[in-house]
């Protein structure tokens, strides 16, 4: 399900189309650096014509010369629109709650500076490469976590975005500088992860002296004309966390496939419930993969191929010790030597398990191999193999019970009645036929859990390559022009660049929404079959 391993990545050039989850993470949480790439730049040049052309024209365009919302129809003044772009920001920033974790905050900016890449958002060259600094130089500014609206976009996470964009008044910037004391009582002596996974809110200040200064790495953004808009109208916050949630979980289902499967030996479970021909007549996608995973994490199980359960024969020895030990505390006369015997000859029986069942098929008769499957055969080698060490033990336990015992010795009894369960337990009369559901349907529960873990990896990849603004400009003749750049713009008219900006909603989260609600449902699926196996596996009733 991971292509490829986030650390295995060195670099990640935007184009707004091809961004991959893997390298969305490399980013957040590796630090990788991102470029621009060179054919992306030309179509936000070109798109930026078409807005600039129409705000020399003055032509009534919805978020470039008018208001929004329901201000839409009125027409906002040329040489108001830089302040009606930093007006909406100011307005909108106005979240709550914690702040977002950098990895978080990280993948936001960087699905924000790929959707623009597109070219289909109007903005300046410079807003996206912006945006890069921030990432290339660690620069991690406040979002807090509560705010969005969803259905018009992470309007309020990405208006504080561009307010540190802007380094305007109100923005703060996540601060390690020696001027920024931990409070009282607060561990000073630990090691700073390579992101900031649980954002300490007093870090969080104004940004530092050199970070924008002339010398500085970073130049403050002005916003023009629809560039505000460009930058809060989106859903890239939900769509990083989403990611970033959604590459935590194919973690968990992959452990979770492979711990079902250890969970199958820890059982002595029956392998039958993975036969590729029970999938096949239910060929749903993530059911027989997730079998064919279980099958290939099994394969080769000593544990599984043979019928003895040798954790139960050990348990068994253990007990037998421990109840030795006691009888031989008080005395038990004619009961230490044979206890001492029995333990021996389990132990003996744990150690030889396949030279046992090698000379036991010299005993098989061709009449048992034909009337019986293999697993049946092969418990009945066991069981001839450990037939006179059953009897011993029932024979010892028997005398316990009939000897008078005070005190600690009493407790005898019950170590050797867990031995005698458990060498039953240990190798059954038959083959069980089939297991506790959370063991026997791993493929049908986990395997939903995959397909909905895949469909999610669908719609977020789509959405972090999608322009989701409003409204979306689609710079015309730009597959057939040859000229310069440069020239591009002369080329427009207004009628033209009228009907190149198109409104609509792609900025809502419902899509979003649904499918990590689904994941949410789906890992609670993973997690409650993999507690009712442990429930199992710990408590035998």
Not at 152 to 177: I, M, T, V
Not at 351 to 359: N, V
Not at 374 to 383: D, F, G, M, N, W
């Amino acid at each position: 399900m991971i292509q490829r391993l986030p650390t295995d990545i060195q670099n990640v050039q935007l184009d707004g189309l091809h961004l991959t989850l893997e390298e969305v993470v490399a980013v957040a949480r590796y630090r990788v650096r991102v470029t621009l790439d060179p054919g992306a730049r030309r179509r936000i040049r070109f798109s930026r014509d078409v807005v600039e052309k129409l705000v020399d024209a003055e032509a009534k365009v919805y978020g470039l010369t008018t208001g929004f919302g329901s201000k839409r129809d009125t027409i906002i003044s040329r040489a108001e629109l830089e302040q009606l772009q930093l007006n909406l920001i100011r307005s909108h920033a106005c979240g709550v709650g914690d702040a977002l974790a950098e990895d978080q905050v990280r993948a936001s900016i960087l699905l924000r500076a790929n959707t623009l890449a597109r070219g289909n958002s109007g903005v300046r060259v410079e807003v996206i490469e912006a945006l890069l600094n921030f990432l290339n130089h660690d620069v991690y500014p406040w979002i807090p976590s509560k705010g969005s609206l969803g259905a018009s976009g992470d309007l309020a996470p990405l208006s504080h975005l561009a307010l540190a964009l802007c380094n305007d008044e109100g923005a703060k910037f996540y601060r390690n500088d020696a001027d920024a004391p931990p409070p009282e009582g607060l561990a000073t002596d630990t090691v700073q992860p390579d992101y900031v996974p649980t954002p300490t809110p007093w870090r969080f200040k104004e940004a530092p002296a050199d970070l924008f200064s002339e010398a500085g790495p970073l130049t403050p953004i002005v916003l023009k004309a629809k560039e505000g808009l460009a930058i809060n109208n989106g859903t890239q916050v939900s769509a990083a966390i989403g990611l970033l949630n959604l590459f935590d979980a194919m973690i968990l289902l992959e452990s979770g496939e492979l711990v079902g499967a250890l969970s199958l030996e820890s059982n002595k479970a029956v392998r039958a419930a993975f036969d590729p021909r029970l999938h096949e007549a239910r060929p749903l996608d993530g059911q027989r993969e997730t079998a064919f995973n279980i099958r290939a994490f099994t394969q080769d199980s000593e544990i599984l191929k043979f019928p003895i359960n040798t954790a139960r024969l050990d348990r068994a020895r253990k007990a037998i010790s421990v109840a030795r030990e006691l009888l031989e505390e008080g005395n038990v006369e004619g009961c230490v030597g044979p206890a001492e015997e029995i333990r021996e000859s389990i132990g003996e029986l744990i150690d030889s398990t396949l030279k046992i069942y090698a000379d036991g098929q010299k005993d098989i008769t061709a009449e048992e191999r034909e009337q019986h499957t293999e697993a049946q055969v092969t418990i009945k080698i066991y069981r001839r193999a450990l037939r006179e060490t059953r009897q011993k033990l029932i024979h010892l336990y028997a005398r316990v019970l009939e000897t008078s015992l005070e005190g600690e010795v009493l407790k005898s009894r019950d170590f050797l009645a867990d031995a005698v369960t458990q060498l039953q337990l240990a190798l059954p009369e038959t083959p069980s036929v089939q297991d506790d559901y959370s063991f026997r349907c791993i493929p049908q529960v986990l395997g939903a859990v995959r397909k909905v873990v895949q469909d999610t990896r669908q719609v977020l990849e789509t959405e972090a390559n999608s322009a989701t603004d409003n409204p979306l400009i689609f710079p015309p003749r730009i597959e057939d022009y040859a000229g310069e750049e440069a020239d591009y713009a002369a080329t427009l008219t207004v009628k033209e660049c009228r009907e190149a900006v198109v409104s609509g909603g792609n900025f809502h989260g419902e899509a979003i929404a649904i499918c990590l609600d689904t994941l949410t449902i789906a890992l609670a699926e993973l997690a409650n079959i993999s507690e009712r196996r442990t429930a199992h596996l710990v408590d035998g009733s």
